[in-house]
T-cell receptor
Framework: KQEVTQIPAALSVPEGENLVLNCSFT??????LQWFRQDPGKGLTSLLL?????REQTSGRLNASLDKSSGRSTLYIAASQPGDSATYLC??????????????FGTGTLLAVQP | DTGVSQNPRHKITKRGQNVTFRCDPI?????LYWYRQTLGQGPEFLTY????????KSRLLSDRFSAERPKGSFSTLEIQRTEQGDSAMYLC???????????????FGPGTRLLVL
């Protein structure tokens, strides 16, 4: 059974700092890994999707890495800003041979960037 | 492209009542997913449609829950005889079927927050 874990559960940093969020998964047979952002009381916004054949994906100040063999992914946020404050979730699809790519989520990291 | 929409955004109901939520996916997205998220947790998969066919249901989806996607466009999720444990955010997501599962990105709606009193 796939399990996804995120640490830390919460993180508070001053504006301008670089930071790393961690995600680990127990079953390395994944198609891809996705990072999402969720603002309080809102839906999820996809940030980055890394395919299993890739090691990194970058979008602006965000960089996500994937190490399938160790079951880990990191999300690096450069020069953090107060607007980055949100919950960050990682997710992997579970496909048991059918057409479904249902996502298995971690519990998220709540990030607060202090001005 | 207006994104995935969900209605209502908030619903307060009394225990034992029935509720129905609606999801409108992005136009021409074949795949539609429902998830449930409780406070402090990540979303959990409930059910999946490919066009109008419901292809998978989670064990979380008890007999009180039913979902439909009659014409392969919008979907509804109904909860009968609501219980306090049903209080959660119900999220809908859609994605295009491009035959490349490894690149599938699910686009989420804003969710419907349900509170059962």
């Amino acid at each position: 059974k796939q399990e996804v874990t995120q640490i830390p559960a919460a993180l508070s940093v001053p504006e301008g700092e670089n930071l790393v969020l961690n995600c680990s998964f127990t079953d390395s047979a994944i198609y891809n890994l996705q990072w999402f952002r969720q603002d309080p009381g809102k839906g999820l916004t996809s940030l980055l999707l890394i395919q299993s054949s890739q090691r990194e994906q970058t979008s602006g100040r965000l960089n996500a890495s994937l190490d399938k063999s160790s079951g880990r992914s990191t999300l690096y946020i450069a020069a953090s800003q107060p607007g980055d404050s949100a919950t960050y979730l990682c997710a992997v699809p579970m496909n048991y041979g059918g057409a479904t790519n249902k996502l298995i989520f971690g519990t998220g990291t709540l990030l607060a960037v202090q001005p | 492209d207006t994104g995935v929409s969900q209605n209502p955004r908030h619903k307060i109901t009394k225990r034992g009542q029935n509720v129905t939520f609606r999801c409108d996916p992005i136009s021409e997205h074949n795949r539609l997913y429902w998830y449930r998220q409780t406070l402090g947790q990540g979303p959990e998969f409930l059910t999946y449609f490919q066009n109008e066919a419901q292809l998978e249901k989670s064990r979380l989806l008890s007999d009180r829950f039913s979902a439909e996607r009659p014409k392969g466009s919008f979907s509804t999720l109904e909860i009968q005889r609501t219980e306090q444990g049903d209080s959660a955010m119900y999220l809908c997501a859609s994605s295009p079927l491009d035959g490349t599962s490894s690149r599938e990105t699910q686009y989420f709606g804003p969710g419907t927050r349900l509170l059962v009193l």
